[in-house]
C-alpha cells in the first residue's frame, strides 16, 4: 500500500518465489502503488510513502465514482474490481516508531472474529485493535465491502512492527502464511511446531510492554494541535498506562491525560506534525 513499507512486498515476493496451489477459491497477491515502492530512496526513506496522496485514504466509492484524479486515485479505480470479488482480504503495513505488532479491524463483528482468529494462529499472538475508521480518509478495510454490517467480506490490517527492520519482514511472512493457511490456501502447520521462518531470521521482537493477545478499542483520536505537541517520554505502541489521569504528553498549554485506568497507546507518533494524529487511546475489551 505504501511505497517506504517494504516488509509487506517482501513477504508477497517470498510467497510468489514459491506458489501456493490453492485446492478451491482464487489467491490475489497485489503490490498496490508499484510507483511509489518504485520511488523508494535510501537517502529520504520516508518520503515516498506515496507519490501524490495517501492510497490508504481513498477507499470511498463516492469519491472512486467522483472527477477526483491522482496517480493513486487511479490506481485504486483498477483494483476495485477485483477487490470488489474479495471474500478474505489481509493488507500489510509497518510502522514508523517502535511498537508491538498488531492487527487493525473495522467495527463489523465478523472481523474481529477473523482478527482474532488470525492473532492467536501465530507463534506469538498479536494484539487486535478496533477503531471506527481513520479520520482523514477511508482505509481499504473500511471500503463497503469489508465494513457494511450485513456484508460477508471480511478484512484486517496487519502492522508488523518498525520500516526497515528484519522484524517487520519476518512478521509480514509468518502472518500472510498463517492467513492464507487458516482460509485453504496452505497446509496449516501443527499447532505446536509455529510457522516456519526464513532462515537466519530473528523472531518478532516482543517486550513486556507489549501484552500480546490483548483485544482493546479505540475511543480517542489525539491530533496535534501545536508544533510543540511532545510525549513525555517515548512511549512505545502497545503499552498499557495503568491509571486513569496519567499525564502522556503537553501540546503547548494543553496536558493529554489517559482518559481511564489500563488505557492502551495505539501507534504513537514521536514528532507528529502539527494536525496529524499523535496517538489513538483505546479501552481493553
Avoid at 518520503?47 to 470511498?60: A, F, G, K, T
Avoid at 479491524?105 to 498479536?126: D, I, K
Avoid at 479520520?135 to 450485513?150: A, E, N, W
Amino acid at each position: 500500500m505504501h511505497g517506504n513499507e517494504y516488509a509487506g512486498a517482501q513477504a508477497l515476493a517470498s510467497i510468489l518465489a514459491n506458489p501456493p496451489s490453492p485446492p478451491y477459491g482464487r489467491l490475489s497477491l497485489i503490490f498496490l502503488n508499484l510507483d511509489a515502492y518504485a520511488a523508494f530512496d535510501l537517502r529520504r526513506p520516508s518520503q515516498c510513502r506515496y507519490i501524490e496522496e495517501d492510497m490508504n485514504r481513498l477507499w470511498m466509492p463516492e469519491l472512486i465514482r467522483s472527477e477526483h484524479t491522482s496517480l493513486e486515485m487511479r490506481r485504486v479505480r483498477e483494483l476495485v474490481p477485483v477487490i470488489d470479488t474479495v471474500d478474505v482480504l489481509l493488507d500489510l503495513h509497518s510502522m514508523t516508531w517502535p511498537s508491538a505488532t498488531l492487527l487493525l479491524t473495522s467495527m463489523a463483528e465478523r472481523n474481529l472474529v477473523m482478527a482474532s482468529a488470525l492473532a492467536h494462529g501465530q507463534p506469538t499472538p498479536l494484539q487486535v485493535v478496533l477503531d471506527q475508521g481513520h479520520p482523514t480518509g477511508t482505509r481499504l478495510i473500511d471500503y463497503k465491502r469489508f465494513s457494511d454490517p450485513v456484508g460477508t467480506a471480511r478484512a484486517c490490517l496487519l502492522e508488523a512492527g518498525q520500516h526497515w527492520t528484519r522484524s517487520a519482514v519476518v512478521q509480514s511472512e509468518t502472518t500472510a502464511r498463517v492467513f492464507l493457511a487458516q482460509n485453504g490456501m496452505l497446509p496449516k502447520e501443527p499447532a505446536s511446531s509455529g510457522t516456519p521462518r526464513q532462515h537466519g531470521a530473528a523472531p518478532p521482537a516482543t517486550t513486556e510492554a507489549s501484552h500480546p493477545g490483548v483485544c482493546a478499542m479505540v475511543t480517542d483520536c489525539v491530533e496535534a494541535h501545536t508544533a510543540g505537541f511532545a510525549f513525555l517520554r517515548p512511549f512505545t505502541g502497545g503499552e498499557i498506562i495503568k491509571h486513569a489521569g496519567t499525564l502522556i504528553a503537553v501540546d503547548g498549554m494543553d496536558e493529554i491525560r489517559t482518559p481511564y485506568d489500563n488505557c492502551m497507546l495505539v501507534i504513537p507518533n514521536l514528532r507528529p506534525r502539527r494536525g496529524h494524529t499523535a496517538v489513538r487511546l483505546a479501552r481493553i475489551l
